[in-house]
């Protein structure tokens, strides 16, 4: 799908959900929704009545779940044509297989067992959940819901997401794999 | 919250409306994986600047969903019910919770590849190890909540 199909159709759903009954688009907050509905705790964080704010949420993200399983049973297997100068590059840190949309080395269960496949599933999660519950929001939430309403909290949240992403691409990487 | 007249329950809590969430993830499942922006091999293509197509699709995302609120905005466009839209804006307040959590949030991002959305649709599309790291956000939500009396926001 090309970027100028897909980035509209993604920015499309900010007015859809707003339209639909006032929902703002943005996908973490159904982490907290979870904790809330999984875990019993006294902690104030979890303490809301979670079907009411957020059972919307929580089928959108079940629907994006079956949607990736229907984008991936329906059409040709994909493999992605990433730049040569990333295959390069990644060759370099000693990833080989580039079939799939994730590289197998890290991310299968079995992968789980060595360093670089638990620094990226479990460690990788970890920073994702603790990271946008205390930024209030992920790359929906701030990237596009936030920038799109001209909110300055979400550019700082996005340019802390980048600085982010560059500190682990560049440096932590390198060590990990 | 606007309620329906006939049952009192919420607009957004009726069966058709709860429908209407899960075909609109699916249709978001199907353009995350379609667009490739869940693969892991895209984000690190991003975060090494060696194509534009990662920073394509979010600019030009925003752009539509900014065009989008401003011309709802101008127009006062009502919900489906017939509310107004009012989107609640985000405090800053020192604007380290930003800050410290977007930074975090970030070092994930790049760590596993994916950001909450693609964590989900990843595990539909086979890769079920991500569901370890879907267990591992919810362990770093909680903590969160827990530490969240003592961290600066």
Same mark, same amino acid.
């Given at each position: 799908?090309?970027?100028?199909?897909?980035?509209?159709?993604?920015?499309?759903?900010?007015?859809?959900?707003?339209?639909?009954?006032?929902?703002?688009?943005?996908?973490?907050?159904?982490?907290?929704?979870?904790?809330?509905?999984?875990?019993?705790?006294?902690?104030?964080?979890?303490?809301?009545?979670?079907?009411?704010?957020?059972?919307?949420?929580?089928?959108?993200?079940?629907?994006?779940?079956?949607?990736?399983?229907?984008?991936?049973?329906?059409?040709?297997?994909?493999?992605?044509?990433?730049?040569?100068? #990333?295959?390069? !590059?990644?060759?370099?840190?000693?990833? $080989?297989?580039? &079939? /799939? *949309? =994730?590289?197998? +080395? @890290?991310?299968?269960?079995?992968?789980?067992?060595?360093?670089?496949?638990?620094?990226?599933?479990?460690?990788?999660?970890?920073?994702?959940?603790?990271? #946008?519950?205390? !930024?209030?929001?992920?790359?929906?939430? $701030?990237?596009? &819901? /936030? *920038? =799109?309403?001209? +909110? @300055?909290?979400?550019?700082?949240?996005?340019?802390?997401?980048?600085?982010?992403?560059?500190?682990?691409?560049?440096?932590?990487?390198?060590?990990?794999? | 919250?606007?309620?329906?007249?006939?049952?009192?329950?919420?607009?957004?809590?009726?069966?058709?409306?709860?429908?209407?969430?899960?075909?609109?993830?699916?249709?978001?499942?199907?353009?995350?994986?379609?667009?490739?922006?869940?693969?892991?091999?895209?984000?690190?293509?991003?975060?090494?600047?060696?194509?534009?197509?990662?920073?394509?699709?979010?600019?030009?995302?925003?752009?539509?969903?900014?065009?989008?609120?401003?011309?709802?905005?101008?127009?006062?466009?009502?919900?489906?019910?017939?509310?107004?839209?009012?989107?609640?804006?985000?405090?800053?307040?020192?604007?380290?919770?930003?800050?410290?959590?977007?930074?975090?949030?970030?070092?994930?991002?790049?760590?596993?590849?994916?950001?909450?959305?693609?964590?989900?649709?990843?595990?539909?599309?086979?890769?079920?190890?991500?569901?370890?790291?879907?267990?591992?956000?919810?362990?770093?939500?909680?903590?969160?909540?827990?530490?969240?009396?003592?961290?600066?926001?």
């Amino acid at each position: 799908m090309p970027w100028y199909v897909a980035g509209p159709l993604i920015g499309l759903f900010v007015p859809a959900l707003l339209i639909l009954d006032n929902r703002v688009f943005g996908v973490s907050s159904n982490l907290r929704h979870l904790c809330s509905a999984v875990l019993p705790s006294r902690l104030d964080y979890f303490r809301y009545d979670w079907k009411r704010t957020g059972l919307w949420n929580l089928l959108f993200a079940a629907g994006i779940l079956l949607g990736g399983f229907l984008a991936c049973h329906w059409g040709r297997p994909q493999s992605v044509a990433i730049s040569d100068e #990333t295959r390069l !590059a990644l060759t370099k840190l000693g990833i $080989h297989d580039f &079939s /799939g *949309l =994730a590289p197998r +080395q @890290l991310f299968t269960w079995s992968a789980l067992l060595s360093l670089k496949g638990l620094a990226s599933v479990i460690v990788g999660g970890f920073l994702v959940g603790f990271g #946008t519950a205390y !930024a209030g929001g992920c790359t929906s939430g $701030h990237a596009i &819901s /936030g *920038l =799109a309403n001209l +909110q @300055l909290p979400s550019l700082i949240a996005v340019a802390g997401f980048f600085a982010g992403g560059l500190i682990a691409t560049h440096f932590l990487l390198p060590l990990i794999l | 919250m606007p309620t329906n007249p006939d049952t009192d329950q919420p607009q957004s809590q009726t069966g058709i409306a709860l429908v209407a969430y899960l075909l609109l993830g699916v249709c978001f499942g199907i353009v995350l994986t379609k667009s490739e922006v869940v693969s892991w091999f895209r984000i690190q293509e991003m975060f090494r600047f060696q194509s534009p197509r990662m920073y394509e699709i979010i600019a030009s995302a925003v752009v539509v969903a900014a065009v989008s609120v401003a011309l709802i905005k101008r127009l006062g466009v009502k919900t489906a019910s017939g509310e107004p839209i009012a989107i609640p804006p985000k405090r800053l307040g020192l604007g380290v919770r930003y800050a410290v959590g977007g930074t975090l949030f970030g070092l994930g991002w790049a760590l596993a590849g994916a950001c909450p959305g693609p964590l989900f649709a990843l595990v539909g599309s086979g890769v079920t190890v991500m569901v370890a790291a879907i267990v591992s956000a919810l362990a770093g939500t909680w903590l969160y909540g827990f530490l969240r009396p003592k961290l600066p926001h």
